[in-house]
């Protein structure tokens, strides 16, 4: 469904962030090579259900990215415990963070070189002494074969590499389309067979009027059972709650149709839209591989020109323009050559890259089981269980441990798989409750004991409630004073009752946040800055609301009266206290939807319910809407169709804001904000590399962002890990875990008992 869209974004940009275990240890110990065997005790980890998609291109859930990304393979660079990207790594890169001096190993020396004509050059060298698991050299042609998949016309991975600006990148990819997207465009009647067979177009059109058709018939159905559509034969409205717009009389394979033009005929991308049917366990072999075979249409070059290889070791790669967030799309995997692609088909000098360009067929074949330079090698899955096993040829040495297990938890098993031995090391959503679990395990009644020891760490990314610009403003404009005014008065009396909410649901685990950004991140304000503010604290004349020693009751009723004021200069009618009409455009009730499990499950539920009951004491209606399903939340802000809404964000080590704030960001539909002004601020900062001015001007960004009111800034919760004190060796986790450099990026340093 639609929510795998949104999930799929989130996990696109965490990807960046979750920098592979590059041959990276903390601390000055970390050794450079050596064949010392580890503990022959397997560690346990209890973990999320794996989507069994551990290609360094292909793999797109959390539990699958981690596992190939910081295990089994290395990326070019990563990130250090502050967050900064590691240039020169090969002999050691040395950082202090909070008081103790740490060495971090990458297998990479990146110079960056900005030229006068505006270009800018990436000059890499690699270790020449790295080898892949099975004993092959790593070498360049590694690196440009991998980034030669993702920048392959016909790539769908989670990869963003293709999204820089290299030279020669454009003309490489374009004129270029996939086999399916030509014969749907080609229609049922055409006769011209240039690019396809008579029987390839036959079986194309068989599988949508069949399988296609059942595609799209299990998500009416779903509809029907949602009590969204009125029967199974209500395609046009089934399809509309699902964000598609047909006319009457549609059938499921119109249905089908609209769906594949929209997502360019991708059949993986299609099945973001899935119900119970899927197109990848439907869809015949040869139909699905049409999605993923280019054919060229037009001219397009053989090559990148900004690729170029000079040495074993070393290559430089040229972007047409200066990028801050390029470093951090470079920490890209580098995946063997001789594995995923075929050595015979590699030849630099004429234009040839381990595999026929349009055709990532290899590639994919791979996808279950990786192979790399990492730590670990995979050795296999079974019954719910990945099996890792230490690999003898990692170039800084053999980890603590000569098998690692990840094995699929459910949340609520988590802390239990901990005390009953079953696990390790779990890593469990953290809140009040769990806090108190694992407390009253430990003899001492603390998070730290004999049986479990806690690690907390601030999570990279943040809770907030959202409003869709084009679904709460007044008149037409999202963009109007009346319609910011009428988006404040509601932000208003939600965020006064933030504090004790969150206090409530997560204690110490969380603090309320007053910008749309983590903490965690380098550009969020702080509090100690001069321009700092409370967000949704000032009434419509720009007057503080609150002062100081106000109880709580004095606070909600000072923020109910500045809320009056908002809704009377958004053009309600507003009369003894209370609303009696409101402006064209507008209304006097409005729905926010939470993915509570139905039960209020979430964090925000309770900020929802004290407001909608402060609400409705001056006549204004705030429709809480506890989903059962959370895919509905998902699909409907889709569609556009969401007016308020609560969810988290995830977010990366650089700051850019294009993928959320800019019009044409991926997930730019959510607020709709579609404003000139955003836009040019958020190329400006992404533009620079000095980032006292970078942060300067995100924090226009976020002040305008605050202003346009589609954003309440909620929570920054911590995320937490636990371990067995009894069988893990608590001397050897994570020291100064950082949401930039966690306990994952240090499982090669962890021993048993």
């Known amino acids: 469904m639609k929510k795998k869209r949104v999930v799929s974004l989130v996990l696109a940009a965490a990807m960046a962030l ?3 275990g590059c041959g990276s240890k903390g601390g000055d110990s970390a050794s450079k090579g050596g064949d010392s065997k580890g503990s022959d005790t397997p560690l346990v980890i209890a973990w999320d259900a794996m989507s069994q998609k551990f290609s360094p291109f292909f793999a797109e859930s959390h539990p699958d ?13 990563r990130t250090t415990r502050a967050g900064q990207y590691i240039l020169d790594g090969i002999d050691g890169y040395k950082e202090e963070y909070n008081g103790t001096e740490y060495t971090y190993y990458t297998p990479s020396k990146i110079d960056i070189t900005e030229n006068e004509d505006g270009t800018v050059t990436y000059d890499i060298t690699l270790r020449d002494d790295i080898k892949f698991s099975d004993g092959e050299p790593l070498t360049i042609d590694d690196l440009i074969f991998s980034m030669y998949v993702q920048a392959d016309p016909t790539y769908d991975g989670p990869g963003t590499f293709a999204s820089l600006p290299v030279e020669g990148m454009e003309e490489y990819r374009s004129g270029v389309s996939t086999l399916s997207s030509l014969i749907a465009a080609a229609g049922k009647d055409n006769t011209d067979f240039t690019n396809w067979t008579e029987d390839q177009q036959k079986a194309f059109w068989d599988a949508c009027a069949n399988e296609g058709a059942a595609f799209t018939q299990s998500i009416v159905d779903y509809m029907v ?6 029967d199974k034969d209500d395609v046009k409205t089934a399809a509309a709650g699902w964000g598609f717009e047909l006319p009457d009389g549609a059938t499921t394979e119109d249905f089908f149709m609209a769906i594949g033009e929209q997502y360019g005929w991708n059949f993986s991308a299609m099945d973001k839209e899935a119900a119970n049917v899927t197109i990848a366990d439907s869809f015949p072999a040869d139909v699905l591989a049409m999605s993923t075979t280019g054919v060229e249409t037009g001219e397009s070059a053989d090559h990148i020109s900004g690729i170029v290889k ?5 290559m430089t790669l040229t972007l047409t323009e200066f990028s801050a967030p390029a470093i951090e799309k470079l920490a890209l995997p580098i995946a063997p050559m001789h594995y995923y692609g075929d050595k015979a088909q590699y030849d630099f000098d004429n234009n040839k890259f381990g595999f026929p360009k349009n055709d990532l067929s290899l590639i994919r074949e791979k996808t279950t089981q990786p192979l790399g330079a990492g730590p670990f090698t995979f050795k296999e899955y079974s019954n719910k269980v990945a099996y890792l096993e230490a690999n003898e040829n990692y170039y800084l040495g053999a980890p603590g441990v000569s098998e690692i297990q990840f094995k699929e ?3 609520a098993d988590k802390v239990p798989a901990i005390v009953q031995g079953t696990a390790d090391i779990a890593e469990p959503s953290f809140s009040k409750a769990t806090s108190e679990q694992i407390s009253s395990e430990n003899s001492e009644n603390d998070l730290v004991g004999d049986t479990i020891t806690t690690q907390l760490t601030d999570y990279l990314g943040y809770g907030y409630i959202g409003m869709c610009s084009l679904n709460v403003k007044v008149g037409n404009d999202p963009s109007s004073e009346q319609s910011k005014d009428l988006r404040k008065a509601i932000a208003t009396v939600i965020a006064a009752y933030r504090d004790v909410v969150i206090d409530s649901y997560y204690g110490e685990a969380a603090e309320v946040i007053n910008y749309p950004i983590s903490n965690s991140s380098w550009a969020a304000p702080q509090k100690s800055d001069a321009d700092y503010e409370i967000a949704f604290s000032k009434d419509v004349d720009g007057n503080e609301i609150y002062t100081e020693g106000m109880s709580d009751d004095e606070k909600y009723e000072a923020a109910l009266q500045a809320a009056l004021g908002y809704f009377e200069a958004a053009g309600f009618t507003v009369e ?9 455009g507008a209304k006097l009730s409005y729905e926010a939807m939470i993915p509570g499990g139905g039960s209020g499950d979430h964090p925000s539920f309770g900020i929802l319910t004290a407001a909608s009951e402060a609400f409705a004491k001056i006549g204004f209606e705030l429709t809480i809407n506890d989903l059962s399903d959370s895919s509905v939340l998902w699909d409907t802000l889709s569609a556009q169709k969401a007016e308020i809404w609560c969810a988290a964000w995830g977010a990366t080590a650089d700051p850019d804001m294009y993928q959320v704030y800019h019009s044409e960001g991926g997930s730019a539909y959510q607020y709709a904000i579609y404003s000139d002004e955003l836009d040019q601020l958020i190329e400006d900062a992404r ?11 995100y924090k226009e960004c976020l002040d305008f962002i ?17 371990y067995s004190t009894q069988r893990v060796n608590t001397d050897t986790i994570v020291k100064d875990a950082t949401p930039f450099y966690d306990w994952f990026d240090a499982l090669t340093d962890i021993q048993m008992r």
């Open 409 to 411: 938890t459910q949340e």
């Open 576 to 584: 003894d206290g209370k609303l009696t009409a409101a402006p064209a």
């Open 18 to 20: 979750s920098m592979v």
């Open 310 to 314: 000079t040495g074993d070791y070393s």
């Open 65 to 77: 990215m981690y596992i190939e990304e910081k295990l089994v393979n290395i990326t070019l660079t």
């Open 706 to 722: 605050v202003d346009y009111a589609v954003e309440i800034p909620i929570y920054q919760r911590q995320n937490c890990v636990t």
């Open 225 to 230: 059972e949602a009590g969204a559509a009125a």
């Open 687 to 697: 533009a620079s590399a000095d980032q006292a001015y970078r942060k300067a001007t």
